[in-house]
């Protein structure tokens, strides 16, 4: 079982930086992939960012790539998203995921889900 909590989010202005992080409990935290996705208001989940446990390999989303960086720090239980250049359309509640594997873009793959935290961008 891997329990998930994300750090708050806040309001941040366009071009702004933010850093979210997800805590996680577990023995097993080292051996998940984790995922980041985001829900802006009425609209589906996306895919943010995703990170391997086996080889630390790296997934984004195109509209995030380049932009934001995911990593994780095994030794912490915890994985980051560092959020650069921010736009308003980046607006959305993020939410942190595991799975028992190595990353997916996929949220039906995940098992685990943090509460999400809200992140606004204004312009």
């Known amino acids: 079982q891997v329990h998930l909590v994300e750090s708050r989010g806040g309001l941040v202005q366009a071009g702004g930086s933010l850093r979210l992080s997800c805590a996680a409990s577990g023995r097993t935290f080292s051996r998940h992939g984790m995922g980041w996705f985001r829900q802006a208001p009425g609209k589906e989940r996306e895919f943010v960012a995703a990170?391997?446990?086996?080889?630390?390999?790296?997934y984004y989303n195109d509209l995030v790539r380049g932009r934001f960086t995911i990593s994780r720090d095994n030794a912490k239980n915890t994985v980051y998203l560092q959020m650069d250049r921010l736009k308003p359309e980046d607006t959305a509640v993020y939410y942190c995921?595991?799975?028992?594997?190595?990353?997916?873009?996929?949220?039906?793959?995940?098992?685990?889900w943090g509460q999400g935290t809200q992140v606004t961008v204004s312009s």
């Open positions: 995921a595991a799975r028992a594997s190595d990353a997916s873009y996929y949220e039906e793959n995940y098992q685990y």
């Open positions: 990170i391997n446990w086996s080889d630390s390999s790296t």
